[in-house]
């Protein structure tokens, strides 16, 4: 598995959790952070799912080239 990168705009920890909801059933996989107050993360509010951790880390990982 890929090591996940932290946060590129604020430099948090970053980690994928699946937790359990109300109903006792598993959520899918997210990526979270503990973000800065302004950073720029909060205010678009990416919270995709995966169905596993590996996809996750994936795409959070994934940076666009310039």
Same mark, same amino acid.
């Given at each position: 598995?890929?090591?996940?990168?932290?946060?590129?705009?604020?430099?948090?920890?970053?980690?994928?959790?699946?937790?359990?909801?109300?109903? =006792?059933? /598993? *959520?899918?996989?997210?990526?979270?952070?503990?973000?800065?107050?302004?950073? !720029?993360?909060?205010?678009?509010?990416?919270? =995709?799912? /995966? *169905?596993?951790?590996?996809?996750?880390?994936?795409?959070?990982?994934?940076? !666009?080239?310039?």
């Amino acid at each position: 598995m890929d090591k996940i990168r932290n946060c590129p705009f604020c430099g948090a920890k970053a980690e994928a959790v699946r937790r359990y909801n109300f109903k =006792d059933v /598993y *959520e899918p996989w997210k990526v979270v952070a503990n973000h800065d107050d302004e950073c !720029v993360f909060i205010k678009m509010g990416w919270m =995709d799912d /995966y *169905e596993s951790a590996e996809e996750a880390i994936k795409a959070w990982n994934r940076r !666009v080239e310039t």
